[in-house]
Each structure stands twice: as C-alpha cells, then as structure tokens.
C-alpha cells in the first residue's frame, strides 16, 4: 500500500466512484471526482414533488438494498451514520399477462400467492406453479452442487419446462431485475440468474432478508457523503479523452484547453464509454471493456394508476405485465417509500400508454447486457486494475449498487 499521498482522479460519480472516492479519502489522498452531470448518484437520482403542498422526495432509479446482500453498501450508511433513515420494506410483486388472463400476486401481507377466481378454475394457471417448484428444487440442486453453467443461456437452461412457465415466472422475474428489453432476457446467462436468484432466497420459496428502502429516498446518503467527503466534487466536467504518461495522467476536460493532471485514474463510467475515454487503451483493455453492450431504458415518474392492477388489493410494490411479447414494469412508490398520500406514485420503465397530463417526469437509465461473450470477461476485469488506472462498475458483478460501490472500493485498493 502506498505511504506517499496521492492526487486521484475519479471519472464517474454514481455508486462505483464515491465508493471509490470513500475509501480513498478515508486514506488521506488528494481525490478529485470529474462528474458530467449536474448531480452526483448516477441510478441513485432522487427528485423532489410537491405532494399536497408538502415537498415529497422520491427515488426514480435506485430503489432498495438489504443488510445481508448490500454489505459494503450498508457499511458505508453506518459510517456517515445514515443506515437508521431506512425504513422496512414490503417486497411484494404483482403479475398480469393480458393475453393469458393470467393474474396473481406474490409476497402481500405475508401471503405467498394471491389470485383471482379465473386462476383458480385454470388447469394452465396451476400448471406454472407446479414447474415453478420444480425449478426451485432443480436450480437449487444446481448451484448447490455447482454445476457449470456458464456456457448455456436462461433460454437453453428452460428447455424442460412450458413456455408458458417461462413467460408468466421466470422472463418477468428478470426483466423487472434487471430491466431487460424481451429480446435480451432469452439471451440472459443462466449461472448469473440462477446465482442471484440462490443469493436472495428466491429459489427457497420464501426470504428472511430485510429489504429496506430510504425514508427521505436516496438523497440521504447523497447527501451525507457530500458534507463528509473532503476532496473535490466537479460537477458539469464532461471529460473528451485521458493520456496516461510516464509519470502523470492528463485528463482533458470538455471545456478546459488545459488538462488535469494526476498521479493516478478511476474510470467509474460504464465499460463503453471507459473505452472511449483513453486514448491508448492496451490490448486487454481493449478486449474486456468492448465485450459490453448497454441497453437504454425510459423510467417515467407518474400518477397513471391504470398501468396497475384494476384490482386495487393487488397494487404491489413491483408490478409486471405481459402484453404480446413484451414485459412492462411498474413500481408503486407509495408502497416501496411508504409514503401516506391521497395520490398515487408510479415508475414505469417503457410502459406505453400513460396519458401526458399524469407524467411528472422521464429519466432515461443505461444498463449493462449480460450475454455470454460480457460475462465470459468478468474473471479477468480486475487484471485491468494495475497501475497508474484501475476501471469500476455495477458489470463487474450483476449490475446492481452493490456490485458498483463494492467495485470501487476495489478500484480503490489496486490503485495503492
């Protein structure tokens, strides 16, 4: 570990850089975030509305985090003493498939599935909760006993099981995970689904972890880190390119003629634009960052409960629906927030159809593809971390906060 103070800089300041940032400032280096937005956050981008005259915060992407599969994340909360304004939350999901006539919910008041009459009288309907549990058991079996699986997709690992099994449990499971278009979620690798699924208790049938979510949305801990990080934050500061040298890294700014110049770099970006950024990449860096592919989504802010169940009683604070083949997700932010209101408020990720005058606000969100060439380069992306530049991000492990702060603080201790 390095004992000579080091000038830092830090390109990116969503979960991975102020990860990154933390632990480097808590070492006494001189560390520069370079953020091209207005904001700090990046997938942690709380808005205020005013709800009945009160002003009301609420979260747009980052939406919750648990004690036991958010370790680090939860550390960080306790040392800017901000873990106690998260609040218990209700992880509960509600599924339509329009076509089907499919409907039932998972997960309310302790009950593990809630449905409708028309459920109940459909063989078809009975028949996907009878593959489910034979999923569970065969997933389970498989993760437990470490099968490989690293070289199938999701779709190839279904073969055994209806396609209407897949459609109506396992596609929406993920797609509303993990924000995936349908024509990704086949596509998907199963070793990572299967692992996550095994990590947070979905293949028991039920989960003991805490989900929690911010009282006062994520703004909180935005806010906390902002008033204890002694370094600099430099918002508006789009970089163009990154020259590493001998000695120093000159970053050129967007609009600055004359570079910055550090001792060292963090490229807390998404892999893509990372690769971009310098203008020398080596032949490994090169190879690993240009195996990722995004996809953009549109999250839009709204008060159009028609997108959710017309049964009021199965409003969940997920809510999937399946039309022709395409998944819609919708979360009702009264429920995750716990927000006491007469209105109601709803993110939907490219759900069409929500009337304008209900839209308060769209926000467009990328996230990293996992097919089998991406996550085929995970087991050699922290190679990338030696020297003068390190490379951090939710594609390093599933996509999630997590994964981006616990990667910067990776980033971090290469660097040393």
Not at 152 to 158: A, D, Q, T
Not at 214 to 222: E, H, R, T, W
Not at 390 to 404: I, L, N, Q, V
Request: hydrophobic letters at 35%.
């Amino acid at each position: 570990m390095s004992s000579t103070k080091l000038k830092v800089a830090i390109v990116g300041g969503g979960a991975a850089g102020i990860g990154a940032a933390h632990k480097l400032s808590q070492l006494g280096h001189d560390v520069t975030i370079l953020e091209s937005r207005n904001r700090l956050g990046g997938h942690a981008n709380p808005v205020i509305i005013e709800n009945n005259g009160e002003p009301t915060p609420l979260d747009t992407g980052f939406l919750i985090f648990n004690d036991s599969t958010y370790p680090n994340f939860c550390q960080f909360l306790k040392e800017l003493e901000v873990i106690g304004d998260a609040h218990n939350l209700e992880m509960s999901s509600c599924f339509r498939n329009t076509d089907d006539k499919i409907e039932y919910s998972m997960g309310q008041k302790s009950r593990l599935v809630r449905f409708g009459l028309k459920e109940a009288l459909n063989p078809r309907f009975w028949s996907i909760f009878k593959e489910m549990y034979r999923f569970r058991k065969k997933a389970h079996s498989d993760i437990v006993n470490k099968v490989d699986l690293s070289s199938i997709s999701i779709e190839e690992y279904l073969q055994d099981f209806s396609r209407s099994f897949s459609d109506n449990f396992v596609y929406p499971l993920t797609s509303a995970i993990w924000s995936l278009p349908p024509s990704q979620i086949g596509l998907y690798p199963a070793q990572s689904i299967l692992n996550y699924f095994y990590n947070h208790q979905l293949l028991a049938g039920k989960s003991d972890k805490r989900w929690l979510s911010f009282k006062g949305s994520s703004a909180v801990y935005l806010n906390a880190f902002c008033s204890k990080f002694p370094g600099k934050i430099v918002l508006n500061s789009l970089v163009r390119c990154i020259e590493r040298g001998s000695k120093e890294i000159s970053i050129f700014l967007d609009k600055e003629e004359s570079p910055l110049q550090f001792d060292k770099v963090i490229l807390a970006t998404p892999a893509d634009i990372s690769l971009k950024l310098l203008n020398d990449p080596s032949p490994l860096e090169r190879d690993l960052l240009a195996r990722w592919r995004y996809n953009s989504s549109t999250a839009t802010l709204h008060t159009d409960t028609s997108v959710l169940h017309k049964n009021k009683k199965l409003w969940s604070s997920w809510n999937m629906n399946k039309s022709g083949n395409r998944y819609f997700i919708s979360y009702y932010l009264n429920r995750v927030h716990d927000i006491k209101s007469k209105s109601d408020y709803v993110l939907s990720l490219g759900t069409p159809g929500i009337r304008d005058e209900k839209i308060i606000q769209e926000f467009q969100y990328r996230h990293p593809i996992f097919d089998q060439n991406s996550v085929s380069s995970q087991d050699q992306l922290h190679d990338l971390n030696r020297g003068q530049t390190a490379f951090c991000g939710s594609y390093f492990g599933f996509g999630f906060h997590e994964d981006a702060f616990a990667s910067g603080l990776k980033a971090a201790q290469s660097i040393l």
